[in-house]
């Protein structure tokens, strides 16, 4: 769990996408936009490099950008500007060979923002119904996309990582701020847990090892290839498409139990039906040259909202008694038992993406707000239901560190909170500079009289 803790301001930060770089078909669903009648939504605005720029995809970041306010063509300029600026970054590092992304960061990537996608849309049906396609055609459909993102990403990464902040600017940049303008620090926490994930119920574990066993007997019979049963019934995605084909992987880089299956299978031949943490796997071994394999897998993962708590909870209760009665560090049980990868190398302590541990508490959602409102700092709450990041759910214990009140900013109290602001503003304004010094170097042209910007060209 990851919150990002801010403080509620009526003075203006310089913003910049750039943070993000995501287009806004995958950032979020496209906002209904209103527009005038007889617009023309899906005309050629713009063309950077090679790529134009549909008015539509403006207008659908526009739309995001107001907020359901009014779309004024200086918000849609702005939104265009964004959009040029992230085909200007993208088009440099295409042209940047010491850049690679890799197939699994694609995956990766798509799988995070299709899930978050789908969140937004209700559900993986709805988002289906949304974009008139099912999801693995909205992944091929975003993969160039996502994958470009990426190598932009990194391009300005690089840019970013020369960007430092001193003591001296932070406290610079907050005199900016007018006297009666310096926001309210709503309340924050410092927070750790442990987390267990509840296993699955004996009948979801049992439905999919009988269908990973049908799905085998399928292939055996000449009935249908593994191939075929893969693109329709895998929960790999990222091998779907593919017919659940992996080429030239090293079985180090494979869970252990594919290296003893394989090293057991014969080129072509079928595995039995085997688990993992995933689920359940078919695998028929297509070719073998030391360490390195081939082979097609079908998996097929264990229904996760058939859950059972009650050993979670157990094990929890067992752990809280470890901290409360006899007194072992919180911090040594999170690094030993807990299941969240994101906190228990730290102990269990949460932070936000800028490694802050004070999380603004309203930020938390409701479940961790439950939680600690029955909690004293220093107390260690009985097992609790959470989401993780990933919306997965789990249960947890909670230690609440610290609890800090609302009150006026001030770089005495709130400096480390002050120098991330300080320093996102310097490197918005760097990365404005060094993006309209790059467009110099890209062609674009702005093709519609809407634009109210500047039309420099490469």
């Known amino acids: 769990m990851h919150a990002r803790a801010r403080p509620r301001s009526t003075f203006n930060v310089q913003r910049s996408t750039f943070f993000l770089l995501a287009f806004p078909a995958l950032l979020a669903l496209p906002a209904r936009a209103q527009v005038a009648a007889g617009t023309v939504l899906d005309e050629v605005v713009a063309v950077v490099a090679d790529e134009p720029v549909l008015a539509s995809e403006v207008t659908a970041l526009a739309a995001t950008v107001a907020e359901g306010g009014e779309v004024t063509d200086e918000v849609w300029s702005r939104a265009l500007d964004e959009i040029v600026a992230q085909l200007v970054l993208i088009a440099r590092a295409q042209q940047d060979t010491t850049i690679v992304v890799t197939e699994d960061q694609v995956d990766q990537q798509l ?19 949304y974009y008139g396609m099912p999801v693995e055609e909205i992944r091929v459909r975003f993969r160039d996309d996502v994958r470009r993102q990426l190598l932009a990403q990194q ?10 902040i001193t003591p001296s600017e932070v406290r610079a940049w907050f005199a900016t701020i007018p006297e009666d303008q310096v926001p309210e620090v709503p309340e924050l926490v410092r927070v750790a847990h442990v987390v267990k994930a509840p296993a699955p119920s004996e009948a979801a574990r049992e439905a999919a090892r009988t269908l990973a066993e049908a799905l085998r007997d399928s292939v055996l019979a000449g009935q249908a290839t593994i191939e075929d049963l893969a693109r329709r019934h895998t929960d790999d ?13 090293n079985v180090r880089d494979l869970v252990p139990e594919f290296g003893i299956v394989a090293g057991t299978l014969e080129p072509g031949g079928l595995s039995q039906v085997f688990e993992t943490t995933f689920g359940y796997h078919v695998m028929r071994l297509n070719a073998r040259q030391g360490d390195v394999i081939s082979f097609n897998h079908i998996l097929i993962q264990v229904d996760a909202d058939d859950l059972d708590p009650a050993d979670a909870i157990a094990a929890l209760t067992v752990l809280r008694d470890s901290v409360v009665v006899h007194g072992v560090p919180f911090e040594a049980i999170a690094r030993r038992h807990s299941e969240d990868p994101y906190s228990a190398g730290r102990g269990g302590y949460l932070a936000d993406e ?9 930020l938390l959602g409701q479940d961790w707000q439950a939680t600690l409102d029955t909690l004293d700092v220093g107390e260690v709450s009985m097992p609790a239901a ?38 996102r503003d310097k490197q918005a304004r760097v990365l404005n500079e060094w993006v309209r010094d790059l467009r110099r170097t890209v062609y674009v042209e702005i093709k519609t ?10």
């Open 111 to 129: 799988d995070a923002r299709i899930a978050q996608l789908a969140r937004q849309a209700g559900g993986q049906a709805q988002l289906e119904a």
């Open 155 to 164: 391009y300005q990464s690089r840019r970013l990582r020369e960007v430092t």
């Open 237 to 249: 995605r990222a091998s779907a498409a593919r017919g659940g084909l992996y080429e030239n992987v």
């Open 354 to 362: 800028a490694g802050s541990r004070d999380l603004q508490l309203d």
């Open 386 to 423: 959470v989401a993780l990041t990933d919306g997965s759910p789990a249960w947890h214990i909670v230690l609440l560190q610290r609890r800090t009140p609302p009150h006026r900013l001030s770089p005495d109290s709130d400096y480390a909170l002050l120098s991330q602001y300080a320093l």
């Open 449 to 458: 009289d809407r634009y109210v910007g500047e039309r420099e060209s490469g």
